[in-house]
């Protein structure tokens, strides 16, 4: 009789390492993904004339760091090291301009995706924030978000670009 408990008992652990077990294999693997650097494309009444300055730079960087930082946060995806990328387009800060070749570069890299962060500025007050995720294999457009920024400063960007994965990358389902 003392031995039905001990049978339970055991078989109790045994069916729930199992099911641990399962749950943990069932569990998908992060996306490997290559985000680029964030791009500035000023379409302002002044791009003629003021051209981008450090400090345009300097908000491009914090916004690019803030995405990077939450993305990783996230578990749901792995970085893939840009650093190294010995492209013209990217090196120009124009990969917004070369028809998805982001993906090609982040097939290189090994990624899954590709993912490039752009700040559109409207006038001195008015910007857009985009991204856009490219499948790295074929190149499809595999999500595009928007957000704009009216009366604000470009300091404002890493806000934008903030809002953009918390409330639209990040709570979306897999």
Do not use: H
């Amino acid at each position: 009789m003392q031995r039905v408990p001990f049978i339970l008992a055991s078989a109790m652990v045994v069916t729930g390492f199992a099911v641990a077990t399962a749950d943990q294999s069932t569990a998908p693997a992060p996306i490997r993904l290559a985000v680029f650097p964030f791009e500035l494309e000023d379409f302002s009444a002044a791009a003629a004339y003021i051209p981008p300055d450090d400090i345009d730079r300097e908000q491009l960087r914090l916004s690019t760091e803030e995405v990077r930082r939450l993305i990783a946060q996230s578990g749901r995806y792995q970085l893939v090291d840009v650093g190294a990328v010995n492209d013209e387009a990217a090196k120009a800060g124009k990969l917004r301009d070369c028809g998805g070749c982001e993906a090609k570069i982040a097939a290189g890299l090994d990624a899954d995706q590709s993912m490039i962060g752009i700040v559109t500025r409207i006038s001195r007050t008015d910007y857009a924030v985009t991204y856009k995720i490219r499948d790295a294999r074929s190149g499809a457009l595999v999500d595009v978000e928007q957000t704009d920024l009216r009366a604000g400063a470009n300091s404002a960007w890493s806000r934008g670009a903030r809002w953009l994965i918390q409330r639209r990358l990040l709570e979306q389902p897999n």
